[in-house]
């Protein structure tokens, strides 16, 4: 995994966690979790009370189409594909759905029969042990997976895992998807970043999501739901240098990383990032049964003396395609 691939993976989980920290909780009304109490009415004297009709009972609100329907002790197993430029592998993921007493429902997983290149990979017992917990519970809140335990094959997988959870959750949680056609576009009002003050010194990207629910197949009961990360109209991104603002593609650069090397230089790439994910919902229960991302990362990259990146080499194009597929198997 060289440097792009590496933060470009740990900026998604950082900018998901972010993006569900800044997000206002849904309305009661509109949220198919919320739960809502009114205060008990003292009885009226029998002696005093005046005689009242039974008012008929109200209908149920509508429960949001997309809405996952938990059964707590579900099991559910995922294959999941992964191409990295040159690098392809497979691995699966166990799960099964649990509850705290007062939490969300949890879906917990656990990671296995990995194969690298078409060759088995040996995962260590801290890997074999590790749960991720993902959730397409309303009342959930994602956030950073610890990842300093688990091996570096296994950081992409589990950050693409959260990703397809999260842009459904994000979704159930906006409640803006409710028929075919229906679209919504939310720009995040900040730049999440994976700068670290002293190594890379400057690291964050400009998101927007734009979601579209594309199809419906009655028979199968299905939905199927695009939901783009694309870069804003304007993102707001820090490019200090001249040489950072000129779009790398046909949308304006919207990821920037500076990194300090031991040798006092600095090494600065600018680029454009999007993310094309297509999931196929199931519409008796709101699981996923089927999910593809396209992560796409065109950069320019350089060498400069200085940190204000006015004295630099020529910029070197680089590109990283990655395509991820996941499919319910039980």
Known sequence: ?????????????????????????AKAQDNPLAVTTTAPQMPTPASTAAPTSTPP????????????????GETLAYQMKGQNEAWHY?????????????GPFLEEYRWSAMESDGKPVTLSAESLAY??????????????????NVDRALVGPISDFMTFY?????????????K???????????????ADGTHVILG??????????????????TALILIRHVPPAKPTVHLNADWMKKPVADTPNNWVEVQKNDDG??????????????????????????????????????????????????????????????????
């Open 90 to 102: 497979t691995i699966r993921a166990d799960g099964i759905v649990t509850k705290s007493p007062t």
């Open 265 to 330: 230089k600095f090494d600065a790439a600018v680029g454009n990032e999007t993310f094309d994910v297509l999931l196929t919902i199931d519409l008796t229960d709101g699981k996923i049964l089927s999910g593809t991302m396209d992560n796409t990362v065109k950069t320019i990259h350089c060498t400069c003396e200085d940190q204000q990146l006015t004295k630099c080499g020529e910029p070197v194009p680089h590109e990283v395609f990655r395509k991820i597929e996941i499919t319910l198997i039980k």
């Open 1 to 25: 995994m060289n440097r792009i691939e590496k933060w470009a993976k740990f900026a998604v989980v950082v900018f998901l966690a972010a993006v569900a920290a800044q997000l206002p909780a």
């Open 166 to 178: 999260s842009d459904e959750w994000l979704a159930n949680r906006m409640n803006a998807l409710k």
């Open 131 to 148: 749960r991720e917990k993902v959730s397409l519970d309303a009342a959930y809140m994602p956030g950073m997976p610890p990842l300093n």
């Open 180 to 194: 075919v056609g229906d679209h919504f576009y939310f720009v995040v009002p900040f730049n999440p970043s994976w």
């Open 57 to 72: 009972p109200k209908p149920a609100p509508p429960q949001y189409p997309l809405h996952r329907t938990y059964h707590e």
């Open 204 to 221: 964050e990207d400009s998101i927007a999501f734009d979601m579209t629910w594309k199809s419906t197949n009655e028979a199968d009961h």
